[in-house]
């Protein structure tokens, strides 16, 4: 069982160090909040769109737009009903009046929603965790954190699969997992308790072991993995950071 | 005698020990929405590691899970979640602070200390939900409330914070209580050992 | 020269009355297989934890007396300090994996990249750990893959890569199967020839009888004996202490097999030796 969303893979994108695409997302969710218009939230998303089309994992970013297109709707169906500058009515069902400028309001969180989903999956589909954990770590980040982010990755699939495991064990003694909500409340500690408890005990000896190998030590850390940054990736910077430029001319110089 | 955390509630305890428990916290997370989900419950109960973190190791470290499992949820389920990060930090700090000063000493305690919970959690969220979507939070029975409220003419913001409490307050209230439970059961070497951490050796 | 000095070594837990170690004291030369046996609760794990400075780094507690280990002051010493010349590697398997890497070859890096050691250097020590404790075959495999025997010797690899002068291992066999056993006692007799002190806390008497150079038999937290095999074995007072005795020797005894110097074999060869010299006298 794998925890990320990590598609591999040997694109442009793929091959850019990760740094870079750290900066694309950051810009990318500076530039959603810069430019609020519809036109400018629209261009941004094709521009996303485009970056994780060239890196091939439009597929997997569909799957996630699905995901959270119920808040979407939310969105537009709340903000048409009852946001406070409504005026112009646009569409009648029965008792229900949705307004104009809701829908427009509603209509521009959602692309806000998709722009923040679709620069975040940049690093999240395209950036294999553990060369992203690196290369903070390689710039000065604390390796202690590193670990922690790390470890994280790893200890969560196998306590899913534990847990999984002991729902099932409890369910064959005799534990109601259906009936009333009392009842399925009251199961929540005994399949939860001895997960939790187990692994917490077992932090102790996790932690001697890995003070044995001098994780505590002061010094910097080396690292097995050579870093390698693309020829291309500098270009890919600047026009990162031209775009943000972009963004703030637009928004203050020409209103968008 | 029961298990109780001692020592200075600010004191750091960035030990190996209190770095490993935070991916165990945030596995904890992680565990009880999925068993949560499991059960169909109508409660997430994703902050029981955060809670117990707190417990265990005071403040700092409480806070530190809540933010890892933040970014970890933001970069492997839903990109969403990285905004929430504060609201975590502030789960793992008040429970941090509250349980090192005598706060789960007892079981109507440990209520008031859940209440507390609840309302910090409404209480920083609701800026976020403003900022990032006019107050909505994305959770139909929360939002239903939201549409009525607003719908009335009352103010975005305290309609936005009800849409919100509405959702934290039971949520939670059986958080602080579930991970108090399992706290309780703990040995009592191993809370021992997570808050004198960093005190220090005596000579015979 | 000495590699372990350990002089009246007291210590007592946090919260706790009695001392988890009360007067220890023995020397340990390069190359020496030192076995520590005793009952549960002896203090065999607190005085592995001793040597590397966990106890009372780790746990704080009270302690007294000397440690020593390759020169170094353990109490004045951290943790991350001794780990660069005495390793220590535990029981469990599992929880001895960092559970930070995805692969074996990561894995042996993990404490050289927190030591700082340059990367050549580090692909040398590499390889030359997973070459001595045989898990070439499995370099690019995940750590968690590996059946207990191969975990435990990975966690071996992972100490010895740091190249220290002393190895100390925690009932490392304890969740092992026979092959398991059998793979961990073959690595250490091997890194003994080459000049490694080891320190093995054990249940397995019958494998330490046949391994190890001394035994240092704790109950309680003192030192009961400290010496050869034959010599501890037959002391009256560590079998009556309810220390576990090699199946050889409860043998001879029950048989009144005595060897010259009035010990009694601990290995099998040892007894086949004076059964045949017996028959032959008669």
Known sequence: MRLSLYVP???????????????????????????????????????????????????????????????????????????????????????????????????????????????????????????????????????????????????????????????????????????????????????????????????????????????????????????????????????????????????????? | MAAEPQGNPWALRFTTLTIVLIPVAVGINYVGKLIAAGLKLPLWLDSIGTVLAGMLAGPWVGALSGAVNNIIFG?????????????????????????????????????????????????????????????????????????????????????????????DLPDKLATVIVSYLIFKALPERLVGLFSGSRSEVESL | MAVIEVENLRYRYPRQERLALDGITFTVEPGEFIGVIGPNLAGKSTLCQALVGLVPHFYKGAIGGQVRVAGLDVHRSTVAEVSRRAGLVFQNPFTQISGAKLTVYEEVAFGLEHAGVPREEMRRRIDEALRLLGLEAVKDQSPFALSGGQMQRLAIASVLAMEPEVLILDEPTSQLDPAGTEEVFEAVTALCRRGMAVVMAEHKVDRLAEHADRILVLHQGRQIAYGPPRQVFARENVAALGVAVPAVTQAAKALGWVLEDGTYPVTLAEAVAVGQARRGGR
């Open chain 1, 9 to 256: 893979g040997d694109t442009w994108v793929h091959r850019l160090d990760p740094m870079t695409k750290l900066l694309m997302t950051v810009v990318g969710i500076g530039l959603t909040f810069l430019l609020p218009s519809l036109q400018g939230g629209t261009l941004l998303l094709v521009l996303l769109l485009a970056v994780l089309g060239s890196a091939g994992v439009l597929h997997r970013a569909a799957a996630v737009y699905v995901g959270v297109a119920i808040v979407a709707g939310t969105f537009l169906v709340v903000q048409g009903l009852v946001y406070p500058g409504n005026a112009v009515p646009a569409l009648t069902l029965g008792p229900i009046v949705f307004y104009r400028e809701g829908l427009l309001v509603g209509l521009r969180l959602a692309l806000r929603l998709y722009n923040i989903l679709s620069a975040t999956l940049i690093l999240v589909l395209v950036t294999h965790p553990s060369d992203l954990v690196e290369a903070v770590v390689r710039r000065g980040a604390s390796p202690r954190l590193g670990y922690v982010i790390m470890a994280v990755l790893q200890v969560i699939p196998t306590m899913m699969a534990t847990a999984s495991t002991i729902m099932d064990a409890q369910r064959s003694r005799g534990l109601e997992t259906e009936g009333s909500l009392w009842v399925r409340l009251k199961a929540f500690v005994p399949v939860m308790g001895p997960l939790v408890t187990g692994s917490l005990i077992a932090t102790e000896e996790r932690a001697l072991a890995l003070e044995v190998r001098g994780f505590s030590g002061e010094g910097r850390p080396t690292f097995l993995k050579e870093e390698v940054i693309p020829p291309y990736a500098t270009a890919a910077r600047l026009v990162t950071v031209a775009a943000l430029a972009a963004g703030i001319a637009g928004r203050w110089l020409l209103g968008w």
């Open chain 2, 75 to 167: 970069l492997t389920a839903d990109p969403i979640s990285f905004w929430y990060l504060i609201t975590s930090i502030a789960i793992g700090l008040v429970v941090g602070y509250l349980a090192f000063t005598g706060w789960i000493s007892s079981f109507g305690r440990v209520v008031v200390l859940g209440l507390i919970v609840a309302g910090v959690a409404a209480v920083v969220s609701t800026p976020i939900n403003v900022i990032l979507w006019e107050g909505q939070t994305g959770n139909v029975w929360g939002d239903a409330l939201y549409t009525a409220l607003v719908g009335r003419g009352w103010p975005i913001w305290l309609a936005s914070f009800l849409d919100e409490a509405v959702v």
